[in-house]
């Protein structure tokens, strides 16, 4: 690939584009938002929440999301290329990005996630990004909840009608005029500080258990 094509493709003018295009095209849906107020009225009242959501299904909550800027949300997202031009939509939605994943600069990320929720009280974590495998949990949902406090609250979506592509995780985007489900589920229970490998995996498999009946397959 050129090398200018490459500057215009990672550029923030570009990002912006596609972030644009995501609002418009994500508008033809037909949104129905499920069991919002729940997790709302826990921040309210002081407590802190970190969404789940399968890797497949992100591409529905970029329009959304952007009604809860007023929170200052944290996003964990990888320290790849690809990783660029995402940060940088979800920057545009009002998430502010915290760089890094489990294969490089994970520690530092889940500090600073960590620290993020302490002091805003909201944010995501993608389960099985950025490379899978597809369905499977990794930790740093787990650890972030234990060392932040913060509940973790599952995040559903569901179309009548989308295209399935052939990626690792079967990503899908909702077809035009289809009717699309966001669906929060019921918080999970409070995570206590972990100081064993064993507790920490009852913990993960319980949040993958939980998670793995919304994965489309």
Same mark, same amino acid.
């Given at each position: =690939?050129h090398?200018?094509?490459?500057k215009?493709?990672y550029?923030?003018?570009?990002?912006?584009?596609?972030y644009?295009?995501?609002?418009?095209?994500?508008? $033809?849906?037909?949104l129905?938002?499920?069991?919002?107020a729940? %997790?709302?009225?826990?921040?309210?009242?002081? &407590?802190?929440?970190? !969404?789940?959501? %399968?890797? *497949? *299904? !992100?591409f529905?909550?970029i329009?959304? !999301?952007?009604?809860?800027? +007023?929170?200052?949300? &944290?996003? =964990?997202?990888?320290?790849?290329? @690809? &990783?660029? =031009?995402?940060?940088?939509?979800?920057?545009?939605?009002?998430?502010h $990005?915290?760089?890094?994943?489990?294969?490089?600069?994970g520690?530092?990320?889940?500090?600073?996630?960590?620290?993020h929720?302490?002091?805003?009280?909201?944010?995501?974590?993608?389960?099985?990004g950025?490379? &899978?495998?597809?369905g #499977?949990? +990794?930790?740093?949902? #787990?650890?972030?909840?234990? @060392?932040?406090g913060?509940?973790?609250?599952?995040?559903? #979506?569901?179309? @009548?009608?989308r %295209?399935i !592509?052939?990626?690792?995780?079967?990503?899908?985007?909702p077809?035009?005029?289809?009717?699309v489900?966001?669906?929060f589920?019921?918080?999970?229970?409070?995570?206590?500080?972990? $100081?064993?490998?064993?507790t920490?995996?009852?913990?993960?498999?319980?949040?993958? @258990?939980? =998670?793995?009946?919304?994965?489309?397959?």
């Open positions: =690939m090398t200018n094509t490459k215009l493709l550029s923030r003018r570009f990002a912006y584009a596609v644009r295009l995501i609002r418009i095209y994500s508008a $033809t849906c037909r129905q938002v499920i069991n919002e729940s %997790w709302q009225q826990h921040i309210d009242a002081g &407590g802190k929440v970190l !969404f789940c959501v %399968w890797h *497949q *299904q !992100f529905s909550l329009r959304p !999301f952007k009604a809860y800027e +007023k929170y200052r949300p &944290g996003l =964990m997202i990888s320290r790849s290329r @690809d &990783g660029e =031009m995402i940060a940088a939509v979800a920057q545009y939605t009002g998430w $990005t915290v760089r890094g994943s489990s294969s490089r600069g520690r530092t990320a889940l500090s600073q996630m960590i620290r929720l302490q002091e805003n009280r909201l944010g995501a974590h993608i389960l099985d950025p490379r &899978g495998p597809a #499977v949990v +990794k930790n740093g949902a #787990v650890k972030i909840a234990a @060392d932040s913060a509940r973790l609250v599952p995040v559903y #979506v569901k179309a @009548d009608a %295209w !592509f052939n990626s690792w995780d079967r990503f899908f985007v077809r035009p005029l289809s009717r489900r966001i669906i589920g019921e918080m999970l229970p409070q995570i206590p500080h972990i $100081t064993d490998t064993n920490l995996e009852t913990w993960r498999k319980f949040l993958e @258990d939980r =998670m793995r009946p919304a994965l489309v397959r």
